[in-house]
Antibody, heavy 120, light 110 residues
Framework: QVQLVESGGGVVQPGRSLRLSCAAS????????MHWVRQAPGKGLEWVAA????????DYTDSVKGRFTISRDNSKNTLYLQMNSLRAEDTAVYYC?????????????WGQGTLVTVSS | QSALTQPASVSGSPGQSITISCTGT?????????VSWYQQHPGKAPKLMIY???KRPSGLSNRFSGSKSGNTASLTISGLQAEDEADYSC??????????FGSGTKVTVL
């Protein structure tokens, strides 16, 4: 069955960096697009970034452009999110999600999330 | 990239039907048939309930249905059950590999 396990969350000071990982199993990782979606405490879901199956196309929500980088290593079945210049408003549970397609169409399976807290 | 608009809460009695609306713009909901709906119980990961406006993932109850008219998509839950009590969020493709989620709706089963 599809499994997505996020890691790398924690408490970090404003302005610092953090890298999240998402280990995938139960499907052919290299065939599917992937997403990062976040949820601030008590708030709704917010799409953060997506990457095509081969890494050739990536896009981001405006608030993280220039600060966050999504990437993938298909040889390790792992998705990453490099987060730089973190701000208090980046505090959230970060979910990775598989897409139904190799390109990008719809997030379907989700991991359990990893909490990122940006605080001094 | 403003969030899609959903009612904050919707409630119904067991067995009743409820409908949750999701209003976007001509740049997202109105332009693409890539609207999806997610159910999320407290402390849990979201679960895909509807994709491409009205399609159900394999094995999902047919009590859940989706539709779209113009810039507004809707999720209907018929035969409401206690286990349907959860938060529901819509999501739309917004072009150039970007997406926008709704503000979320809390469904309460009375």
């Amino acid at each position: 069955q599809v499994q997505l396990v996020e890691s790398g969350g924690g408490v970090v000071q404003p302005g610092r960096s953090l890298r999240l990982s998402c280990a995938a199993s139960g499907f052919t990782f290299s065939s599917y697009g992937m997403h990062w979606v976040r949820q601030a405490p008590g708030k709704g879901l917010e799409w953060v970034a997506a990457i095509w199956y081969d890494g050739s196309n990536k896009d981001y929500t405006d608030s993280v452009k220039g600060r966050f980088t999504i990437s993938r290593d298909n040889s390790k079945n792992t998705l990453y999110l490099q987060m730089n210049s973190l701000r208090a408003e980046d505090t959230a549970v970060y979910y990775c999600a598989r897409d139904v397609a190799g390109t990008i169409a719809t997030p379907d399976y989700w991991g359990q999330g990893t909490l990122v807290t940006v605080s001094s | 990239q403003s969030a899609l608009t959903q009612p904050a809460s919707v409630s119904g009695s067991p067995g009743q039907s409820i409908t949750i609306s999701c209003t976007g713009t001509s740049s997202d909901v109105g332009s693409y048939n890539l609207v999806s709906w997610y159910q999320q119980h407290p402390g849990k990961a979201p679960k895909l309930m509807i994709y491409e406006v009205s399609k159900r993932p394999s094995g999902l109850s047919n009590r859940f249905s989706g539709s779209k008219s113009g810039n507004t998509a809707s999720l209907t839950i018929s035969g409401l059950q206690a286990e349907d009590e959860a938060d529901y969020s819509c999501c739309s493709y917004a072009g150039s590999s970007t997406f926008v989620f709704g503000s979320g709706t809390k469904v309460t089963v009375l």
